[in-house]
């Protein structure tokens, strides 16, 4: 059976931890959506028939996202912290 992300049904999915004990847990990352879950999350939050639609995202809505900007380098002036 394919995995699917919970929240868009992506099926690009990347292991991207796992449990020092074999078998206690994985931690997955959407390359579509970035979406990361834990595969000891309850099955309201990893399977995409019960995972609650008002959280759901669609390609479309990933497609025409805005971009969040960069964060700006630091000032160089000092700050006094008091």
Do not use: N
């Amino acid at each position: 059976m394919t995995m699917l992300c919970p929240r868009c049904e992506s099926e690009s999915i990347d292991v991207v931890a796992k449990s020092p004990v074999a078998g206690c847990w994985e931690v997955f990352f959407c390359l579509t959506c970035k979406f990361t879950w834990r595969s000891s999350e309850p099955r309201s939050i990893v399977d995409p028939v019960q995972y609650h639609p008002a959280f759901k995202v669609r390609w479309e809505d990933i497609e025409h996202a805005i971009i969040v900007p960069a964060i700006p380098e630091r000032s160089s002036k000092s700050v006094s912290r008091q």
